[in-house]
């Protein structure tokens, strides 16, 4: 049995990046001919085309090869198939089909991603049951955050009965660009800024950890978002910026405790610091005796 398939997107409908899945809605145009369901129309009072239940007649049993849950085959849900005089069948299923992709998302948000719905005839051996893929471009719109750089139908290789509908898509790196990257950048910008607020303002410590706690929250919000096996690059850029801000907030408070503890006196560090604290004090004093 010879089957001719083509395949049609309507549209992408989701990409989970978390469970590294895609789901889109489609639809197929199957068509066959059966050798067993052929009659001369003259001699049936010219009827050239005729209904059967899907019960009385044989119809392939294809199903989703990578799917997300269960193994699940194309139904048909008027439970007919219409048969021309000829023997030619034709069935159109659709509906909405996820699969599982492996996402690279090392690069996220400027990664490129391939996934691959895979569709096989059960219950046969390739010498009995051919289908012949379409093989054709697709046409699928492209969504608010992906788009579609490649799209094609093709059979699968020889040993295998089934189609395979490949896709490439490019992500648009606007959006997390603009809510993520830029904020982070503008952070680490401000942490340069620590030392110039004054101790006295006791607002020194506060401002770091509040630095900290936003680079926490931005990776936390990815971290939750992304699947925990790749080493995505903008999740080791916000570690280093904690890593920095840990550091400036240490620095920080090593200066504030040092202020406090020596605000009285001079530092025994602090360059050009040649008189000690006693000693200033006996200078200070006879400055004031000459001023009286």
């Known amino acids: 049995m010879v089957i001719n398939a083509s395949f049609f997107v309507h549209r992408i409908n989701d990409i989970n990046e978390k469970e590294e899945s895609v789901s889109l809605l ?14 001369n129309k003259q001699a049936h009072s010219n009827i050239s085309s005729i209904e059967f239940k899907t019960n009385d007649i044989w119809w392939p049993t294809i199903a989703l ?11 048909n849900s008027l439970k007919i198939f219409r048969v021309s005089s000829v023997g030619d069948i034709e069935w159109i299923p659709g ?12 690069k996220y ?78 952070l680490s910008v401000m942490n340069l800024f620590f030392f110039l607020i004054p101790v006295e303002s006791g607002e020194k410590i506060s401002f ?24 995505v690059y903008m999740v080791v850029y916000i570690e280093i910026l904690m890593v920095l801000s840990v550091i400036m907030m240490v620095l920080v408070i090593v200066q504030t ?15 050009g610091n040649t008189v000690s604290g006693k000693n200033r004090r006996r200078v200070n004093s006879g400055d004031a005796n000459r001023s009286l």
């Open 26 to 39: 489609g639809y197929f145009r199957i068509s066959w001919n059966d050798e067993f369901l052929v009659w």
């Open 65 to 75: 090869g990578n799917p997300v849950g269960e193994f699940e085959t194309l139904q």
């Open 95 to 106: 509906g909405l089909y996820s699969v599982v992709c492996e996402l690279n998302l090392k």
């Open 109 to 186: 948000p400027f990664d490129t991603q391939t996934c691959d719905f895979i569709f096989s005839v059960l219950g046969y051996p390739p010498d009995d049951v051919i289908m012949n893929a379409e093989s054709s471009v697709l046409n699928v719109p492209e969504t608010t955050e992906w788009k579609v750089e490649a799209g094609r139908v093709s059979s699968m290789p020889y040993g295998k009965t089934g189609l395979t509908a490949s896709f490439t898509l490019q992500r648009k790196p606007y959006f997390v660009v603009l809510t993520v990257l830029l904020p982070l950048s503008l």
């Open 208 to 231: 770091a950890i509040t630095t900290f706690l936003a680079y926490s929250i931005y990776l936390s919000a990815i971290g939750s978002s992304l699947p925990a096996k790749d080493n």
């Open 257 to 271: 405790r040092l202020f406090f503890y020596y605000r009285e006196h001079l530092l025994p560090c602090f360059v």
